[in-house]
């Protein structure tokens, strides 16, 4: 569930969560040739999910749950078809 933050908060705090992994990735490597990227933007289909699921990893609504089953099984397909795109060229 959202806090007062909203959406915004939320991915701040995801993109703070990620830069963390990713800088301790480095240290761990102590590589002097890591450059360290941005990390990606989370996707929109997957914030939405995340805001709709309670701390014991339950969906708040069943109707909330089919619907990100059917999402997440979309893009999953929209992938397949990407790959399949440019491996046919």
Known sequence: MLSR????YLENKIM???KKKKLK???????TDSVINRPSPIR??????MVRTKKTSQMTFEAAKE?????????EL???????YYVIE
């Open 78 to 84: 929209l992938i397949v078809i990407i790959y399949l």
């Open 16 to 18: 703070e969560e990620k």
């Open 5 to 8: 933050g909203g959406y915004e």
């Open 67 to 75: 619907i990100a089953d059917k999402i997440v099984s979309h893009f």
């Open 44 to 49: 929109r289909h997957v914030k939405w999910k």
């Open 25 to 31: 990735e480095v240290a761990q490597s102590r590589s």
